[in-house]
């Protein structure tokens, strides 16, 4: 069975950072592109940025680079969203998805992915 679970959200002022962890079981984790996206209560999913090739290369969103970072740890099946100088629009329940290859064209876009996880809520006060 597939699954990806995200975890690390919660409650944390402005400027402050969180790191959230998506760890995958249930298929081969280097075979996998894996996405983060975000979504705000009233709006639909954005895509926050991927990992693509066995190798790792990542891709951030323009808005977000320079604040947020993805990285992994294959001996722990996990993909990680490092988030620096949060501010309250940041504020969103974030998911992390997979699927076999995604077009780095295509990397923001939910539809290009087969499995997601639950998400994790992350709220930044002002």
């Known amino acids: 069975e597939v699954q990806l679970v995200e975890s690390g959200g919660g409650l944390v002022q402005a400027v402050g950072s969180l790191r959230l962890a998506c760890v995958v079981s249930?298929?081969?984790?280097?075979?996998?592109?894996i996405g983060w996206f975000r979504q705000a209560p009233r709006k639909e999913r954005d895509g926050i940025g991927c990992?693509?090739?066995?190798?790792?290369?990542?891709y951030i969103k323009n808005s977000v680079k320079g604040r947020f970072t993805i990285s992994r740890d294959n001996a722990k099946n996990t993909v990680y969203l490092q988030m620096n100088s949060l501010n309250p629009e940041d504020t969103a329940v974030y998911y992390c998805?997979?699927?076999?290859?995604?077009?780095?064209?295509?990397?923001?876009?939910?539809?290009?992915?087969?499995?997601w996880g639950q998400g994790t809520q992350v709220t930044v006060s002002s």
């Open positions: 998805e997979a699927a076999l290859q995604v077009l780095v064209v295509r990397c923001g876009e939910p539809d290009e992915y087969d499995y």
């Open positions: 249930g298929f081969r984790f280097d075979d996998y592109d």
């Open positions: 990992m693509v090739d066995s190798d790792g290369e990542t």
